[in-house]
């Protein structure tokens, strides 16, 4: 079992800067791969981004891309998501995940979610 608090959200004006983390608890966190996924106001949830269990490969979407990092910290039991150049579009609640890898894009491919972060960007 894995739970996870997701902190770091908040109004932010476009083109700032903002770094989502996401806590997890339990021994296992090394063993999961980790993704954040948003939804805006009447959308449906999407994928932002993943990493794998040990760091070594990362996943974007593409509207993030060049502007989002994802990172871990497996001492730490952390996930970051470091969110640069914000923008209006980028409005939406934050949620981390954790997963046993493979379709990282996929929200099914998720066992464990956050309650999720909101970020406001206003323009």
């Known amino acids: 079992q894995v739970q996870l608090v997701e902190s770091g959200g908040g109004l932010v004006q476009a083109g700032v800067s903002l770094r989502l983390s996401c806590a997890a608890s339990?021994?296992?966190?090394?063993?999961?791969?980790m993704g954040w996924f948003r939804q805006a106001p009447g959308k449906e949830r999407e994928f932002v981004t993943a990493i794998s269990w040990n760091g070594g490969r990362t996943y974007y979407a593409d509207s993030v891309k060049g502007r989002f990092t994802i990172s871990r910290d497996n001492a730490k039991n952390t996930v970051y998501l470091q969110m640069n150049s914000l923008k209006p579009e980028d409005t939406a609640v934050y949620y981390c995940?954790?997963?046993?890898?493979?379709?990282?894009?996929?929200?099914?491919?998720?066992?464990?979610w956050g309650q999720g972060t909101q970020v406001t960007v206003s323009s």
């Open positions: 339990g021994r296992t966190f090394s063993r999961y791969a």
């Open positions: 995940a954790a997963g046993a890898g493979g379709t990282y894009h996929l929200a099914e491919a998720y066992d464990y």
